[in-house]
């Protein structure tokens, strides 16, 4: 499936007719008043809330917690999302070198090993993920399941908006994951966010054409943005995909082009202008 790896492996957790939901439910929202200048995306409505309860993050300091939690989680009800971390996922192209958060799903534990879900499938910058299912003992698992002391604050914001409405991050924990709660009242997202999709795109070709960290920090969540409604429109029939799939392109010539000092903002500008318009005919 053409998604991130929180929506594949969110997608795996829920079940069959998460597919269809998620398809119906894809957009792009982004905040845009955050004071350290990143941007916030919701790319699809939740999907989670289901027979009166959501996923939530829980999150600890130390190892024997973290692992009191996943089994406990695991025992009730039999799969838990994990947050990995790609620097320490084997299967990752990100081995060993990017600290990225990394939705995996744990579905057995014998006692000493874990069986690891990642249904991720995409070719990245850094190279090909492809989907991983084996067991991890417990110090691989520890290792995998352990984020670093200060993410940069725009991953920390895709943990944030990664079930498609803020949900609180335990920041200082190194071991994070998701449970099952009751579901909690339904309250309008803080902040000034952006939600017309023409004004979304207009916004963002202005915005990343003319501000390189922005672009820097932010092409991967157009990636994932493209992927989405990639997904949206193969599942659901509805529209064409050309203009999304050449975004993200666009996008990372840019940023490898930045990276040696010379902007593109032509390049990442005219982009927008041709998925704008596609998406107005749309």
Known sequence: MMLSCYT??????????????????????VRTDLSSGDLAFSHHKRID???????????????????????????????????????HLPWSPNY??????????????????????????AQLPSGQQSPYCGWLHEDKLRSALTLPANLDNHLLLRDEHALGTPTAVPTQCRHRWLVRQTCSERRPPAGRWLTDPADVLEYLGDR???DRRALVHHADDLWAAARHHCFQRTILDDGPT????GLPRALRFAVESAS???DRPGVVAAAFRRLLSTEVRV
């Not at 594949?8 to 929202?29: D, F, K, M, S």
């Not at 190892?63 to 695991?74: N, R």
């Not at 050309?242 to 799939?245: C, F, G, L, R, S």
């Open 8 to 29: 594949t492996n969110l997608v795996e957790y829920l079940g069959a007719t998460a597919v269809q939901r998620l398809a119906r439910a894809i957009r792009l929202h």
């Open 49 to 87: 809330r289901e027979h009166g309860w959501e996923l939530a993050y829980r999150g600890v300091v130390h190892w024997p917690s973290a692992l009191d939690g996943l089994v406990t989680e695991l025992s009730k009800h039999g799969a838990v999302l994990a947050v990995g971390n790609t620097r």
């Open 96 to 121: 060993r070198s990017t600290d990225i958060p990394h939705w995996i799903l744990l579905t057995d534990w014998d006692g000493t090993q874990w069986r690891v879900v990642d249904k991720f499938d």
């Open 208 to 210: 990343l054409a003319t």
């Open 242 to 245: 050309a203009d999304w799939v």
């Open 260 to 262: 040696r000092g010379r």
